[in-house]
């Protein structure tokens, strides 16, 4: 299984990112992925997500700012981040989670809000 996020960077308060996801080694258009992020000193924080089933779930913090999407052809899992404000700063990183509930990670990729 590998993960690979990119799209990060530093951006101005209420500005836009997209960040993606490229998937290998599984079965990307059946599996439950997500994105989750993490502020040093602070616990991880499930942003977006797909069930198996493809519906979404969204962190309150991510409702009506942020969009998820995937392109099954391309192995591809996305985060559309707009509006963004000095508190989404932190490493987003890419999650797969296989049928037996283990959890696979990107390396990360950092996102600074700021002016």
């Known amino acids: 299984v590998q993960l690979v996020e990119s799209g990060g960077g530093l951006v101005q308060p209420g500005g836009s990112l997209r960040l993606s996801c490229v998937a290998s080694?599984?079965?990307?258009?059946?599996?439950?992925m997500s994105w989750a992020r993490q502020v040093p000193g602070k616990g991880l924080e499930w942003v977006s997500g797909f069930y198996t089933d493809g519906r979404t779930y969204y962190a309150d913090t991510a409702k009506g700012r942020f969009t998820i999407s995937r392109d099954n052809a391309k192995n591809t899992l996305y985060l559309q981040m707009n509006s963004l404000k000095a508190e989404d700063t932190a490493v987003y990183y890419c999650?797969?989670?296989?049928?037996?509930?283990?959890?696979?990670w990107g390396q990360g990729t950092q996102v600074t809000v700021s002016s």
């Open positions: 080694g599984f079965t990307f258009s059946s599996s439950q």
């Open positions: 999650a797969y989670e296989d049928l037996v509930g283990r959890i696979n």
